[in-house]
């Protein structure tokens, strides 16, 4: 148990619906990221936050959104969904930015999307 | 930017063989690099990482890397598979403050 917490663990929808994704880091950790693992495109990096503040940006379609709350949590938005959004989405925390020592990142154990 | 190359999607081991999975990186300074597995169903699990502190590293389940510059790689060995190394395995290098993952590897063990 990595103690990043994410819930649905699964969720099944429809194409143009919306759906939300949650995040509980791991206690201390402050930085939150996002990963999309699929079978085409592998591990995706889609966005990070550090203590409530957007830090880094990757590969994030503009219908998906996220946010890093006061209490740390995290929520990634996806909207207009797509076949093509099916997925695994991970969420995982580090006490920091990976880039400042090497910090290790803890994944949680993703919530699988399927949008039919 | 940083980036990770995994040599070979698939690796098939007899049960008590060698296994060495291959990472090459990409990197303009020290990198930072890790080594994650992935069971079936479950997330990503840091079996080690390489920090510069040491140039072997030794990691959980009888796992370890060397770190060699010359070669810009970071391969990840066992002497002795098990069954229960049946698993995905993934490269990744820190790129700012991001963490890059190789294709991943996937090990299947023979009786």
């Known amino acids: 148990d990595s103690g990043v917490t994410q819930t649905p663990k699964h969720l099944i929808t429809a194409t143009g619906q919306r759906v939300t994704l949650r995040c509980s880091p791991r206690s201390g950790d402050l930085s939150v990221y996002w990963y999309q693992q699929s079978l085409d495109q592998g591990l995706q990096f889609l966005i990070q936050y550090y203590n409530g503040e957007e830090r880094a940006k990757g590969n994030i379609l503009e219908r998906f959104s996220a946010q890093q709350f006061p209490d740390l949590h995290s929520e990634l938005n996806l909207s207009s969904l797509e076949l093509g959004d099916s997925a695994l989405y991970f969420c995982?925390?580090?006490?920091?930015?990976?880039?400042?020592?090497?910090?290790?990142?803890?994944f949680g154990e993703g919530s699988w999307l399927t949008v039919v | 930017a940083q980036s990770v190359t995994q040599l070979g999607s698939h690796v098939s081991v007899s049960e008590g063989a060698l296994v060495l999975l291959r990472c090459n990186y990409s990197s303009s300074v020290p990198p930072y690099l890790f080594w994650y597995v992935q069971y079936p169903n479950q997330g990503l699990q840091l079996l080690l990482k390489y920090t510069s502190a040491a140039t072997l590293v030794k990691g959980i389940n009888g796992f370890e890397a060397e770190f060699k510059k010359s070669e810009t790689s970071f391969h990840l060995t066992k002497p002795s598979a098990h069954m229960s190394d049946a698993a995905e395995y993934f490269c990744?290098?820190?790129?700012?403050?991001?963490?890059?993952f190789g294709a991943g590897t996937t090990v299947t063990v023979r009786a």
């Open positions: 995982a925390s580090s006490s920091t930015g990976i880039g400042d020592s090497g910090n290790t990142i803890y």
């Open positions: 990744a290098v820190s790129d700012d403050y991001k963490l890059s």
